[in-house]
């Protein structure tokens, strides 16, 4: 069964910090992607990873970076969080042959006070 | 590029009755559509996708969609409704040459006794 596991549910950081959010799919996926979900906003792609140390920008890239150092895990990085950076983040995988269909880690939910 | 709009933030439903959620896309190439359906303080689960082929497509949980080329549209449906289908649900296009999902803002489904 596919499985996209992200490190934490809850996460509680102070305004400055630097956060990393991880993610790992057992899937043998070549594209990981992580998205920001707000209410009424759906989700919004922030960086997409198509092969080991490769990335490109989405939608929203400010204030975030990411790494992927091997193909199995993508990590999300907040260089300096700040208080517009709370939010529901969600990481998936997908093949790059293929169906196209993205699977979905639990989700993170981050809040920075 | 390609865009999608759901018409609808929430739709309140009684149980059993039958439930529409809309969804319209644009696109200049050829798309894949996907439902996907988000429960409470969970990620995202796919419903259903169409790739080609029969334009009615079924889905689990009892959803079904149907694709129309000429009005550009990938409406959800289900006959009837059950209080555990109360859920956000997510209506997503992507380009076949492409592999970024494109999704709309979301359709709270809120289901009552």
């Known amino acids: 069964d596919v499985k996209v596991t992200q490190s934490s549910r809850y996460l509680v950081k102070r305004t400055g910090e630097k956060v990393f959010l991880e993610c790992v799919q057992d899937?043998?996926?070549?594209?990981m992607f992580w998205y920001r979900q707000d209410p009424g906003l759906g989700l919004r792609l922030i960086y997409f990873?198509?092969?080991?140390?490769?990335?490109e920008k989405g939608d929203i890239p400010e204030g975030y970076s990411v790494s992927r150092e091997k193909k199995e895990r993508f990590s999300l990085i907040l260089e300096s969080a700040s208080t517009n950076q709370t939010s529901m983040y969600l990481c998936?995988?997908?093949?790059?042959?293929?169906?196209?269909?993205?699977?979905f880690g639990p989700g993170t939910r981050l809040t920075v006070t | 590029a390609q865009s999608v709009t759901q018409l609808d933030s929430q739709v309140p439903v009684f149980e059993e009755a039958p439930v529409e959620l809309r969804c319209n896309y644009s696109?200049?190439?050829?798309?894949?559509l996907f439902w996907y359906v988000q429960y409470p303080n969970q990620g995202l689960q796919l419903l259903l996708k169409?790739?080609?082929?029969?334009?009615l497509v079924k889905g689990i949980n009892g959803f079904e969609a149907e694709f129309n080329k000429s009005q550009t549209s990938f409406h959800l449906r289900k006959p009837s409704v059950h209080i555990s289908d109360t859920a956000e649900y997510f209506c997503?296009?992507?380009?076949?040459?492409?592999?970024?999902?494109?999704f709309g803002t979301g359709t709270r489904l809120q289901v009552f006794p």
């Open positions: 696109s200049s190439v050829s798309v894949y």
């Open positions: 899937m043998d996926h070549e594209n």
């Open positions: 997503a296009v992507i380009g076949i040459n492409t592999d970024k999902l494109i």
């Open positions: 998936a995988s997908s093949l790059v042959a293929g169906l196209k269909e993205q699977y």
């Open positions: 169409y790739l080609s082929g029969s334009t």
């Open positions: 990873s198509y092969d080991v140390k490769m990335k």
